[in-house]
Structures are given as structure tokens and as C-alpha cells.
């Protein structure tokens, strides 16, 4: 049992950090410094839901960690634990109390991730003028987390159906 979830787990570390580098080469630019689909939080979803609360954190900090190192700075780390622990808090207390569905949670995810970079980003760089770009990442953050919910939902039905943990 516990063999099963720490392969799955490893798994999914190396499905989030490929998805990671998927997102890094893609060149999407929608006029927002930084804003990006979140591809890698599918493997974040999955777990969450699959096996444990517990694991989508480790998995999470792991992911920004390894990207972090491997593609980024300190600073572009320092943005995604931010984004990424606020999205997971709001995540996980949605899932807990809430009767969200996947793509709901997913969509609290998503946008508090850009929530959590823009006060990392406020305090960095010493402005609130950054408080402006919020609305358009809401709505960024509420259309990824959108389709990041669906296919996770998706993906979650069938690694459920083919692994017991």
C-alpha cells in the first residue's frame, strides 16, 4: 500500500516537473507579465484527490523547487511557493468545507496562485500600482482553472479506477 502511493507519488513529481517544462518553452504571451496555463497543477490536482492533502503539498513544494532550480532563479521561486501555498491553502480549505466540484477548487486554485505572486510581487518591488494587474490575472486564473479542473476530473476518474491506495 504504502509502495503503491510513494511510486505514484514519484510519478507525479516527474509528470509535474515535465509539464513545467512543457509550459516554460510554450510562448504564450497574453500581455501579462507572467501569466502562464498552469499545466503542471494537473499532477497537483490528481493527487489531491487521489491520494491525500498530505501528498499534493509535498508534491507541490517538491515541483517548485525542482523548476525552480533547473529553469528559474531564487526569485522566480520565491514567486511560485508563494502563489503555489496560497493556492494549495485555498485549495484545500475548499475541498474540506465546500461542495465544489474538481474544476471549482481548481478555479480558487488558480486564482489565488496569482493572488499569492502579486502580494510577493507587491512587497519585492515595494508598489501596489501591481494591485491593478489582478483583475486580468482573476480572470486568467478563473479560465485555466477551469479547463485545469476538467481534465484533472478526467484524469482523476481513471487513475482511480486502476490504482487502490
Known amino acids: 500500500m504504502k509502495t503503491k502511493r510513494i511510486a505514484f507519488l514519484g510519478l507525479f513529481v516527474a509528470l509535474a516537473f515535465v509539464l513545467s517544462y512543457i509550459e516554460f518553452m510554450l510562448p504564450l504571451n497574453i500581455g ?55 493556492s494549495l491553502f485555498a485549495m484545500l480549505i475548499a475541498k474540506r468545507i465546500s461542495k465544489l466540484s474538481m474544476t471549482g477548487v481548481s478555479v480558487l486554485g488558480g486564482v489565488f496562485h496569482n493572488v499569492g505572486q502579486i502580494i510577493v510581487a507587491m512587497l519585492v518591488l515595494e508598489t501596489k500600482s501591481l494591485f491593478y494587474y489582478l483583475p486580468f490575472l482573476i480572470i486568467v486564473g478563473t479560465i485555466t482553472g477551469v479547463v485545469i479542473g476538467i481534465v484533472s476530473s478526467l484524469i482523476t476518474e481513471r487513475v482511480k479506477k486502476s490504482m487502490q491506495f
Open 32 to 86: 501579462i507579465p507572467g501569466a502562464k496555463i498552469g499545466i503542471a497543477n494537473l499532477a497537483v490536482m490528481v493527487t489531491l484527490y487521489t491520494v491525500g492533502e498530505r501528498d499534493a503539498i509535498v508534491l507541490s513544494i517538491i515541483r517548485v523547487v525542482l523548476v525552480g532550480l533547473t529553469f528559474g532563479n531564487l526569485s522566480m521561486m520565491m514567486y511560485s511557493l508563494a502563489g503555489a501555498a496560497l
